[in-house]
């Protein structure tokens, strides 16, 4: 049974409660008060904290690779001047990895990418004020894969506006951006003022790649739409940077109709609607008038006063150049005409003959294994 406590108890006990509570209460007031705009001060140290900690991490990178391109550069001249052979490389790995056992990045292999480095950049200032910018991984991955002057630098460029990670590099230079970019038929220097005409012209491609699908050679506009829906992320990163998706099959009602747009879009550096249409054919004229009424719909029904006219984008599984050029001449509404690639799925003529994955198997499975992974050295498994 529960005892009940006596009634002057239960006075003093609320009476210490209270006490307590004012205490707290003139603690925090207190507190307040002798470090007003302490919060203020906290959030603007944690920010010039971090930002001191990323130019910090950009200094040691810009040096890393600064230095990285004088070794090159002293390797070559004394190649140059000396005569010496591929041998001097074998030594300077053994000689500074012996003296620096601490640091990576002084194997074989890492001192001929520093040479072939300085050979592919002659300008010191080039290489402090640009190349020095991106991690020296991905300067590799651009000596390997690209080998144009002209090439190179965009990639570069590229990659410090838009901080791409090396694997979205690599992507973008397998996927030959630098040949697409910008190479849309449009009317914008028409229909856009000019720095948003050029904006604009510079982030359509021609054509698309949408490796990441596999559709077969009847291949629907509605299966390409869910193919890319089912594929958002690999979708957007073709587009390129600023598209914010909106949605599909997007509902739009004029004059007591329905209407649907096949994807729509918002871009954040244009700060304007885009519309996407996908046509598995070829281009046809007929396109561009539709497209213009649904840009004409946008701009009414969903644009906002700050909000730069409405971008139509149609995409096509081919077009011909003439034909899209005439469609949009007298068009009054920004609309860029594409093409895409597609990975198609193999004909049935060819599945027959090709042998299945259990097929393989069993084959491979009589068959001595040897892992080459065993073969490779320390110098392959250093951080380039």
């Not at 307040?32 to 959030?43: C, I, K, M, P, S």
């Not at 991955?141 to 190179?152: A, C, G, M, N, S």
Request: include cysteine; aromatic fraction near 10%.
């Amino acid at each position: 049974m529960k005892q009940r406590r006596h009634p002057e108890i239960e006075v003093n006990v609320m009476a210490t409660k209270r006490t307590r509570s004012k205490k707290t209460a003139l603690v925090k007031t207190v507190s307040t008060n002798l470090f007003a705009g302490y919060d203020e001060l906290l959030r603007d140290l944690k920010v010039r904290i971090g930002q001191a900690q990323v130019r910090a991490a950009f200094a040691v990178n810009s040096e890393l690779v600064l230095l990285y391109w004088s070794i090159g550069r002293d390797i070559l001249m004394r190649q140059q001047q000396e005569g010496w052979g591929a041998k001097v490389v074998d030594r300077l790995a053994s000689d500074l990895r012996r003296a620096f056992p601490e640091m990576k990045g002084f194997s074989r292999t890492n001192l001929l990418y520093m040479r072939a480095f300085a050979d592919a950049y002659d300008d010191e200032q080039f290489v402090q004020q640009v190349v020095g910018q991106i991690p020296w991984g991905h300067n590799v991955r651009i000596l390997d894969q690209v080998k144009d002057t002209q090439e190179r630098e965009f990639y570069i460029r590229q990659t410090i506006q838009y901080g791409w990670s090396r694997l979205v590099l690599e992507m973008q230079i397998e996927s030959n951006v630098y040949r697409r970019q910008g190479k849309a038929t449009t009317n914008f220097e028409r229909t856009l003022p000019a720095p948003q005409s050029d904006l604009a012209r510079q982030l359509l491609k021609d054509p698309y790649n949408f490796d990441f699908l596999t559709l077969g050679q009847e291949t629907h506009e509605r299966d390409l739409e869910r193919g890319l829906i089912e594929h958002i992320r690999e979708f957007l990163l073709e587009l390129g940077v600023g598209f914010a998706f909106v949605g599909s099959q997007y509902h739009i009602e004029v004059g007591g109709q329905d209407f649907y747009l096949d994807l729509l879009f918002y871009h954040l550096r244009l700060r304007a609607y885009v519309v996407i249409e996908l046509k598995v054919t070829e281009f046809k004229p007929e396109y561009a008038g539709k497209m213009n009424f649904y840009l004409s719909a946008v701009d009414d029904l969903l644009r906002h006063k700050q909000d730069q006219p409405s971008i139509g984008i149609i995409l096509c599984k081919t077009k011909n150049k003439v034909v899209a050029e005439y469609a949009l001449r007298d068009t009054q509404k920004p609309i860029g005409v594409s093409s895409f690639q597609l990975t198609e799925l193999l004909p049935e003529k060819l599945q027959g003959n090709l042998p299945t994955i259990e097929e393989l198997e069993a084959e491979l499975s009589g068959m001595p294994t040897e892992d080459v992974n065993d073969k490779a050295t320390d110098e392959s498994k250093e951080e380039l």
